[in-house]
């Protein structure tokens, strides 16, 4: 059982670029999310999925892009890459209201 | 105004010394009190959760909540090296399923 997932662990993109960051759990949780998290900021909501096929916005959606084809998957796209999209994202996944199992995150550099 | 406010630290402290965590928040509506563990380059961890004012314990943490204050906080007795990490408060309303409001994070230390 391995829990959340993410790949990749570190990349550095330059500006305008694109790429997905991906995320797997294993869980069979229902909800999934992508934080964003940026020194002394806390965790910033990007987008969510309550299920396969349904998405939403978060707090921070502008330059991201997401989908759910399955109940294990949950990529994060990012078009034309920013230097404000420097940060650590993290995935979450949640079966109840108040536990959310995190991966262990993808540190992202826009240069 | 934020919706929840949290003094980031840092916070060093001597092993075995009680440590007050503390967050403030705004909107009434907000009824789930969680505090999330997160290590340095790991995501975070949930440490413990309530959902009503009052004192919960779990060991050598203890979690409390004063609704009519707005404020939530996180005990931590006989403090040791391993406690050392960055604490965040998590909030949500009754109605949005899953969608948390963090704080932004108070950074721990435990020197022996």
């Known amino acids: 059982n391995a829990g959340v997932t993410q790949t990749p662990k570190f990349r550095i993109l330059k500006i305008g670029q694109s790429m997905t960051l991906q995320c797997t759990q294993d869980m069979n949780h229902n909800y999934m999310y992508w934080y964003r998290q940026d020194p002394g900021m806390g965790l910033k909501l990007i987008y969510y999925s309550v299920g396969a096929g349904i998405t939403d916005k978060g707090e921070v959606p502008n330059g991201y892009n997401v989908s759910r084809s399955t109940t294990e998957d949950f990529p994060l796209r990012l078009e034309l890459a920013a230097p404000s999209q420097t940060s650590v994202y993290f995935c979450a996944s949640s079966r109840t209201e108040y536990e959310q199992y995190f991966g262990p995150g993808t540190r992202l550099t826009v240069t | 105004q934020k919706e929840v406010e949290q003094d980031p630290g840092p916070l060093s402290v001597p092993e075995g010394a009680i440590v007050s965590l503390n967050c403030t928040y705004s909107n009434s509506a907000f009824q789930y009190f969680m505090w999330y563990r997160q290590y340095s380059r790991k995501g975070p961890e949930l440490l413990m959760y309530?959902?009503?004012?009052g004192n919960k314990e779990d060991g050598r943490f203890t979690a409390q909540v004063d609704k009519s204050s707005k404020y939530i906080s996180l005990f931590i007795r006989d403090s040791q090296p391993s406690d050392s990490a960055t604490y965040l408060c998590?909030?949500?309303?009754?109605?949005?399923?899953?969608?948390?409001?963090f704080g932004q994070g108070t950074i721990l230390t435990v020197h022996p």
């Open positions: 309530t959902y009503s004012s």
């Open positions: 998590a909030i949500r309303s009754g109605t949005s399923y899953g969608k948390l409001t």
